[in-house]
Every structure is written in structure tokens, then in C-alpha cells.
């Protein structure tokens, strides 16, 4: 059965939700309510809400409250794999551009923060917060700036060895 709150799925024989503490309601104690006394209805959950009746003409009801949270966390979770199929994200981008870019122009200084967003965003897309479409532009931008900075360190180390070598043959 899944939570109305949050969209967790428990066992039938769960009370409450694992996820969120909430009262989970039965599908025939709902169709059960559904066909109450057309009058007022009390909340499910008396520990999370305080006793509340809602009017008949309104047209809400507890079981449609619950229905309506379910079905935002569908909208939820339909958008997490929007985003997860989407297009690249602009960090995911400008890590893969600064990094490709870093040779021809300031070198370490492009390469490092290339390096930084790639990474960023690789974090973010594992933890779902950016779309997966970004992972390859990340990893490029990630990788390529941290080689280029290996390399641009290592090049920076030998012009120091040759200015100390040359400066001893004079």
C-alpha cells in the first residue's frame, strides 16, 4: 500500500508510514469514507492534524486531501525523471567549455575551475538535483581540467627546474 502523504510504498500490514510517520489509510477504510454520512468527516490522522471536519459543500474531504497528496508526489516524481532524461544543465556545460578552452587561452586558470563545476554537478546529478543528460559534458569537464592542471603543474615544475639550472651554468 502507498503512503497519501508522501507516495512510500509499506507493507499491508503497516500502521504507518516508514518515510514520513503518517497514518496510512487502508483502501477500504477510504472507500469506506467515501461512502459515509455525506455530513462532515474527521481528519485520519488526529496526532498530525487537529480534529477538523470539512463541509459537505465544499467538496473536500479527507480521502480526497489524501488522493491530492499522492498525486503530487506523482507529479514529483514524474519530474525527476524528466530531469533525469533532460537536456544538460548550463554548469555541466561551462565545465566541459572552460576545461577544452584552458590550453589555448589562461590555462590553470580555466583548467581548475572547469575541474571544480565538472565535479559540482557530477555530485549533483548522483544525488539527483541535475539532469543525468549533463553527466558526459561533467565527467569531460571534471576529467580533462584535472589532467590539464596535472600537466600545467608539471610544466610550471620543469621551467623552475631549467630557470635553476641555467642560473648555476652562468
Not at 32 to 61: I, K, M, V, W
Not at 109 to 128: D, F, H, R, V
Not at 150 to 161: A, K, M
Request: contains cysteine; glycine residues 8%.
Amino acid at each position: 500500500m502507498y503512503c497519501t502523504r508522501c507516495g512510500t510504498y509499506n507493507s499491508d500490514e503497516s500502521i504507518a508510514c516508514s518515510n514520513c510517520s503518517a497514518r496510512l489509510v487502508k483502501p477500504a477504510e477510504l472507500k469506506q469514507r467515501a461512502n459515509s454520512s455525506p455530513g462532515t468527516e474527521p481528519y485520519p490522522n488526529p496526532l498530525e492534524q487537529p480534529t477538523q471536519t470539512f463541509p459537505q459543500n465544499t467538496g473536500y474531504s479527507s480521502v480526497y486531501a489524501g488522493q491530492q497528496a499522492y498525486q503530487s508526489y506523482q507529479n514529483i516524481q514524474s519530474n525527476q525523471i524528466a530531469r533525469q532524461q533532460g537536456n544538460p544543465s548550463a554548469q555541466a556545460i561551462a565545465a566541459m567549455v572552460l576545461s577544452i578552452v584552458s590550453p589555448f587561452t589562461c590555462w590553470f586558470l580555466l583548467s581548475i575551475p572547469g575541474m571544480i563545476l565538472g565535479k559540482k554537478e557530477m555530485n549533483a546529478i548522483q544525488e539527483g538535483r541535475a539532469p543525468a543528460g549533463g553527466e558526459t559534458f561533467a565527467k569531460i569537464g571534471y576529467y580533462l581540467g584535472l589532467i590539464l592542471t596535472i600537466i600545467y603543474f608539471l610544466f610550471g615544475l620543469s621551467l623552475i627546474f631549467l630557470a635553476i639550472i641555467g642560473s648555476h651554468t652562468n
